[in-house]
């Protein structure tokens, strides 16, 4: 395989995977939400514009340059215009996940009460709020140095940290995403 081939087989991986957490995170919103179809049309049309964003910087009129290295792999460097564009996506995708902790928080405050959250409770209101903030601050900690080396790193180190967000991201969301049917299980057995 070339190694053209190789990048662009490996940022559609990427791309899928986030898709992934994405859905994931959205379904979560829906089941908090009580199946509201919809808050689900407003997250779909948010999603498919983001996503839409983030397609356009990742896959349209991609001008990054793929270099091999003798007895080495392949390595992807970008201009600086060509990160900014596929950097996007990688912002979307944080949007997206801001947008799913702020619908957490405001179904844990309308439900609960802001003064009468407790986070000692195991409630699984209680549970999903503080997975969900855990999660965010996690997520946070992962993609923003990633998207800073789309803007402010150097040819070399322009999208470096993509792959280790990815992988860490995925992870994050299914440890989340167990932890909190551990917590649901957990509860419902000692009822």
Request: contains cysteine; aromatic residues 14%; charged residues 10%.
């Amino acid at each position: 395989m070339s190694c053209s081939r190789y990048m662009l087989v490996r940022e559609l991986f990427l791309f899928l995977q986030q898709i992934t957490v994405c859905l994931t995170l959205t379904l979560r919103i829906y089941a908090l939400y009580n199946r509201s179809r919809r808050l689900l049309s407003c997250m779909v049309i948010i999603g498919l514009a983001l996503l839409g964003g983030a397609f356009a910087g990742s896959f349209g009129d991609n001008s990054n340059t793929v270099i091999y290295i003798q007895g080495s792999d392949c390595h992807n460097t970008f201009t600086a215009e060509t990160a900014a564009r596929s950097g996007l996506a990688w912002v979307a995708v944080f949007v997206y996940e801001l947008l799913i902790f702020v619908l957490t928080v405001f179904r844990t405050c309308k439900t609960r009460g802001f003064l009468r959250l407790s986070l000692s409770s195991r409630n699984i209101l209680d549970i999903i709020f503080q997975d969900g903030a855990m999660y965010f601050a996690t997520m946070t900690l992962i993609n923003l140095p990633n998207i800073l080396t789309y803007y402010c790193g150097s040819y070399i180190t322009r999208g470096n940290l993509a792959t280790f967000t990815s992988c860490l991201n995925v992870f994050t969301t299914r440890f989340n995403v167990q932890s909190v049917i551990s917590s649901h299980n957990w509860q419902a057995g000692s009822g």
